[in-house]
């Protein structure tokens, strides 16, 4: 009898150990536990054994029945949730993990990424901290020229620690390239900084580091000393595009942005083109589209003019190209800035820029 309480008492730890929901827990007691359960059952036969047995037997019974009855108990509460870290059921599903979200502008960036790769464009980046030289010097933009006062910049008051020689891509590299330097090198003084107030010095790295022909583009950071409201920021996000090769002419400009603006928008879109002037190309234009939020009707978003400018671009001037190393008797090109904050505006229909670098988590969960 003795042995058979002891085996009864390893039968029953062995199946609580497999155990895993009340249920289970519920009918394993039933079965040792109950009126007619085994336990139950051996313990009653004690009435017919000698006192003496009794007496031992007895007390060996007791103590069992007390110990399963606690170890049934301790399990359904770690069943029931109260005691979690020494149970684990791993038929249940797994917590779902927060995923963070995109920056609005950086979908739009990814979006025309893609899609210039698929034109054969490679994407570049360039230093936000920008030479005077490379900013406006080599867009042919000369100190005192007038066009300089079209962008309101950022001046880095003390000059830089290294003076960059120029020309020279220095922290310039295609995108999982490592940085190397240009081969050459004339010194001119290049202490001048200021924060870039567009991407379009990219253009200028990108054809002395690969010459022509050359497609890329470069997305980035631009910087303006704005007084800042619901439209303007000192801090945005531009794309540069620059194609060069033999015979470039408006007309693959022109079909080029009607792809880009197809392509963002998911659908045709009506444009428009009007001249521009802008100092790097020859002749320049403004590239319109239908406004997008009253389809040309005007609305405030238009200035009530039922269009709205989204791209300027234009030929690359020949001085432009030779300041990036390449023939402009042999090669021709064209250029364009898009301003990605602005798209973004318009694809999500945002009306406020100063959201865009507001760090409001409120507003990016929405993305
Ligand atoms: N860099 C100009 C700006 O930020 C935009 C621009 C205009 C870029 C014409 C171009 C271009 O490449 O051809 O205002």
New binding site residues.
């Given amino acids: 009898m003795k042995d058979e309480i002891i085996k009864i008492k390893e039968e029953i730890l062995a199946e609580l150990k497999k155990v895993k929901e009340s249920e289970a827990l519920g009918n394993l007691e039933t079965k040792y536990l109950g009126r007619k359960g085994k336990l139950t059952v051996l313990l009653k036969q004690i009435a017919g054994l000698s006192d003496e047995e009794k007496k031992e037997i007895g007390r060996l019974a007791n103590q069992t029945k007390k110990e399963m009855i606690s170890k049934f108990k301790e399990i359904k509460s770690v069943i029931s949730g109260k005691g979690e870290d020494t149970f684990v059921d791993v038929t249940l599903p797994g917590e779902k993990r927060v995923l963070g979200h995109l920056h609005p502008v950086t979908i739009v960036q990814n979006e025309l990424e893609d899609l210039f790769k698929s034109m054969g464009f490679m994407v570049l980046d360039g230093p936000e901290l920008e030479s005077d030289y490379f900013n406006f010097e080599a867009l042919n933009i000369p100190s005192h020229h007038p066009a300089r006062d ?2 309101d910049t950022f001046y880095v008051a003390t000059p830089h620690p290294n003076p960059l020689p120029h020309p020279q891509p220095l922290s310039f590299a295609r995108r999982g390239e490592s940085k190397e330097r240009g081969q050459e090198e004339t010194n001119v003084d290049q202490s001048d900084m200021v924060m870039r ?4 010095p990219v ?1 200028v790295r990108g054809m002395l580091k690969y010459g022509a022909p050359l497609r890329c583009v470069a997305p980035g950071r ?1 910087f303006r000393a704005e007084a800042i409201d619901a439209v303007h920021e000192h801090t945005f996000d ?1 794309m ?3 194609m060069v090769d033999e015979n470039i002419s408006i007309s693959n400009l022109i079909a080029v942005m009607k792809e880009l603006i197809n392509g963002i928008f998911g659908r045709e879109v009506e444009t428009r083109v009007r001249p ?1 002037y ?1 100092p ?2 020859e002749p ?1 234009i403004e590239l319109d589209i239908k406004c997008t939020i009253c389809n040309g009707s005007g609305c405030p978003g238009c200035k009530h003019s039922g269009w709205l400018e989204i791209l ?3 030929q ?1 001037h020949p001085k432009v190209l030779e300041y990036g190393g390449i023939d402009p008797d042999k090669y021709s090109g ?4 898009l301003g990605l904050t602005r798209l973004a505006m318009m694809k999500y229909k945002i009306n406020d820029t100063r959201l865009f670098n507001s760090g409001d988590l409120r507003f990016l969960r929405q993305f």
Avoid: I, K, Y
């Fill in positions: 079209m962008q107030t567009h991407t379009s253009q631009v531009q540069e595009g620059l521009g802008f790097f190309v320049g300027p671009a234009g690359v064209f250029a364009f800035g």
